[in-house]
Every structure is written in structure tokens, then in C-alpha cells.
């Protein structure tokens, strides 16, 4: 039985163009809808082979987060990812980029960082929490939702300066959100899954 390294996270442009990524450096790119899929090892800018935890995008940006606090960010014109630094050396499990230019990168203990200049500088911002920060999903208009592993979800009006907490029906231990086009949010987590309205 031939024994594979997992992938972690997946991020399609539009319904052709899409990356996968996972654990030891690997990354795949598609530009086919994912019939057929593009190794790129050899463009992440990763040496040490680190675990990619997360892959996002948007306006033809891409970025990808994963150990020791590292962020990648795709850089058109040599198509290869360029490594950069935050001011965290922990695990990011998540990165997620916005239509106007802010990216967020997250991870263990609370960890909560967004840049406002595709990742070149970096602001740690204070959760209300102190777990395994899970999910961002940005609803544009400088607003954000922060789902936390410990069943908590807190939501920001300014970018993630400030927060406050969202009220829910029904908590429990989250590892994945998701918004639907009703409004309401999808929660996967120990107890199964959840639909909650904003």
C-alpha cells in the first residue's frame, strides 16, 4: 500500500485555477478545474520543508501560512512563493485575504495578526480568547467573524481592531466554518454540524 503525505486546505480563483496544499511542503496548482494537477515544490520559497496549513486569495493574490509563523505570498511576475514574516513563531493554521488588500493570518492560542499591505507588515491584534483561533471569514465592509476551537465566535466591525462577542443558540468545539448565501453560518466541529444565524 503506497503511503501519501495529507492535504490540508484547497483554494480555487474561479472555477479553472486552484492550489492544494499539506504537510512537508507540498503544493499543487490546477489550471483545468483539477483534471490534472501541477507540482510546485519547487516554487514555494519553503527549504525547510514546513507544513502548509492553509492556502487563500483573492483580486489574483495568493497566499499560504503554516509552521513557525510563516506566511507565503505569490509573486506574479516570477510565479514562485516568497516566504515572510510575522512576529509570531508558532503554527498559523489559517490565512485569509480580502478584496481590499487585508490579509489575516491566524493560528494557535489566540493568535490574530492582519496586514494592510499584502503581507509586508504585520499587527497582532488582542482576541477576547485564548484558544486555537480556527476560521476567519471576512464579510467585507471592514467586517469579520473569528471562530475559536473552544465553541467561541466573536465578530469585528473595524478590520479586526476590536471585537465582541457573537451570541450563539448552540456552542461546542469548532474546527471549520463556513457562510452561506442565506446569511447564516455553517459550523463543523465535535459535535457535528451546526447552522447558526448572524
Keep these: 500500500e503506497e503511503e501519501t503525505q495529507p492535504f490540508l486546505d484547497v483554494y480555487f480563483a474561479d472555477d479553472q485555477h486552484g492550489y492544494v496544499v499539506g504537510t512537508f511542503n507540498r503544493i499543487f496548482a490546477t489550471q483545468d478545474g483539477g483534471k490534472t494537477w501541477t507540482p510546485l515544490m519547487h516554487r514555494s520559497g519553503n527549504p525547510q520543508e514546513w507544513h502548509f496549513y492553509s492556502v487563500s486569495g483573492n483580486n489574483g493574490q495568493v497566499y499560504l501560512s503554516g509552521e513557525q509563523g510563516r ?62 483561533v480556527m476560521r476567519v471569514i471576512a464579510l467585507g465592509n471592514k467586517r469579520l467573524l473569528v471562530v475559536a476551537q473552544s465553541g467561541e465566535i466573536v465578530q469585528s466591525q473595524d478590520d479586526g481592531q476590536t471585537f465582541s462577542p457573537v451570541p450563539l443558540a448552540n456552542p461546542m468545539p469548532y474546527f471549520g466554518a463556513a457562510l452561506l448565501d442565506t446569511g ?15
Design 71 to 132: 506566511v507565503w505570498r505569490l509573486d506574479q511576475a516570477s510565479q514562485k512563493f516568497v516566504a515572510i514574516n510575522t512576529p509570531y513563531n508558532g503554527t498559523l493554521f489559517g490565512i485569509t485575504a480580502q478584496a481590499n488588500g487585508q490579509v489575516y493570518a491566524y493560528g494557535m492560542r489566540g493568535s490574530f495578526f492582519h496586514s494592510s499591505d499584502q503581507g509586508q507588515a504585520w499587527q497582532r491584534s488582542k482576541l477576547p480568547f485564548a484558544s486555537n
Design 184 to 198: 447564516h453560518l455553517a459550523l463543523a466541529g465535535a459535535l457535528g454540524v451546526r447552522i447558526e444565524a448572524l
